[in-house]
């Protein structure tokens, strides 16, 4: 199972992006718990300001009962149920509360501020303590209680101020959606910036990902550029790669060229002496020695296009190759009343040598040459993968599928009336294996055998 592959551009943005998320949203909850301290910071100061202005207009008259010299002027204070209150109360620990004064908005209501708000107020006399209460019309309210003495009275007083919550709330709550929104904005923004800084950071991997893609499909020699200091020894040591790959590509061709010498010169004694003979031995002989011609000739066109296929930056014309072997075997078999025709897709590129190509295409035309009828037909198309097709029709007897099988055989001869060592298709499906393609039998459209052969090609 192929494993799967992650692009490093989606992991360095999906990281990025991670990140600054994470960063905006953390903010975002930060300024927003730091605005609702600030609102709730100033309600309670205007609060503040109301329980020091009731403590100073304060007065104890002879009796000891509290009134005020004067009260609050915020006109609030005199609507029923407006939101806005304040009272004084007697603080008394049999009966805790008992209202002294009220503002005009509480009516006939009063203000309840929990047990422990005004256990807090009375241990801290002069301290003011803040709370949340249930106001008279079930509205809540923020509570600022503040436990004083006053001279000839030996109770203590609470002085309280209260004032709706909601309206803060409702605003604390717009700026959570201004914020919300322009942290979209801004990780939309941050998101288009990271995928910018992304691909101009990477742009040189890119360059040297073409600049190798162009080396191996031909169109340059080494991997050529300017790259940052990053990027640059990668570059060299891969062009010391090409260079050695090119290094060793050619000692293997010279020891090929060297072992097809040694060995085609002892087989052509044998055969010429064999041949000079007579006798059973002779023959048998002569026989031997001719498949040893037709093995060693095999293997070491085999060796040869592994040597090729290896190679990097091999690269041959398919069209022009295919207008060259027409053009052969025209002359050839012209004589013969066949017709060969061919199409081939412009920009057919293969990565081998041509030599190669020229062999394979070339077995198949000729195969087909010797049972045609007439007309001969190739084609070649690109498929998709980077791959290419060549695809050689006759109008000739043709094959069942199981003769078929057999002709892929090496040196298998299906008819003998016919010239040829048997070695055709074997050939061609042996040269196309070692180049990562195959060669596949089936019946033609013309009436006779169609011959498809795959190779790897120039990615379009």
Not at 86 to 114: F, G, Y
Not at 151 to 177: C, K, L, T
Not at 208 to 217: C, G, K, S, T, Y
Request: proline share 4%; with cysteine.
């Amino acid at each position: 199972m192929t494993p799967k592959r992650h692009s490093l551009v989606l992991r360095l943005i999906a990281t990025g992006a991670i990140w600054a998320v994470v960063l905006l949203i953390a903010g975002g909850i930060a300024l927003t718990q730091l605005y609702q301290r600030s609102v709730l910071g100033a309600l309670e100061d205007r609060l503040q300001s109301t329980v020091n202005a009731l403590v100073a207009a304060a007065e104890t008259g002879d009796t000891g009962e509290v009134s005020l010299a004067r009260e609050p002027t915020d006109p609030e204070y005199n609507l029923v149920f407006s939101g806005r209150y304040w009272q004084i109360a007697d603080w008394r620990t049999d009966e805790r509360l008992r209202v002294i004064a009220r503002s005009r908005s509480l009516w006939d209501e009063r203000l309840r501020p929990p047990d422990s708000l005004l256990e807090r107020a009375a241990a801290q006399p002069g301290t003011p303590v803040t709370s949340k209460i249930v106001g008279p019309d079930s509205e809540p309210l923020r509570i600022v209680a503040q436990a004083v003495i006053l001279s000839g009275r030996p109770d203590m007083v609470v002085i309280s101020a209260a004032e709706d919550q909601r309206p803060a709330d409702r605003e604390v709550r717009r700026f959570v959606v201004v914020a919300l929104s322009l942290i979209f904005v801004f990780s939309v923004a941050l998101l288009a910036g990271l995928i910018f800084q992304v691909r101009i950071g990477l742009a040189p991997v890119f360059r040297m990902r073409d600049a190798v893609a162009a080396v191996r499909e031909g169109q340059a020699e080494k991997v050529e550029g300017q790259f940052p200091s990053e990027l640059q020894p990668l570059g060299e040591e891969l062009n010391s790669l090409i260079d050695h790959s090119r290094e060793v590509v050619d000692r293997a061709r010279t020891h090929v060229g060297n072992l097809a010498h040694a060995l085609k010169t002892p087989i052509a004694v044998l055969l010429n002496e064999s041949r000079n003979e007579q006798g059973g031995f002779a023959e048998l002989v002569t026989r031997q020695a001719e498949t040893m011609s037709r093995q060693v000739d095999h293997h070491l066109r085999r060796a040869r296009a592994a040597a090729h296929a290896k190679a990097v930056g091999a690269r041959t014309d398919v069209c022009s190759t295919l207008d060259d072997l027409t053009r052969t075997l025209q002359r050839i078999y012209g004589r013969t009343g066949i017709a060969i025709s061919h199409t081939c897709e412009e920009g057919a590129i293969f990565r081998g040598e041509r030599q190669d190509l020229e062999e394979m295409v070339g077995n198949l035309l000729d195969n087909a040459c010797k049972w045609s009828g007439g007309e001969v037909r190739a084609t070649v198309n690109l498929i998709e993968d980077g791959r290419l097709e060549v695809v050689v029709e006759d109008d000739g007897p043709g094959m069942d599928a199981e003769r078929r099988e057999q002709a892929l055989q090496r040196g298998v001869r299906l008819d003998e009336s016919t010239p040829g060592s048997g070695l055709g298709l074997s050939i061609v499906a042996d040269l196309a294996q070692v180049y990562g393609g195959a060669l596949s039998l089936d019946a033609s459209g013309l009436g006779g055998l169609l011959a498809r052969v795959t190779l790897p090609a120039r990615a379009r």
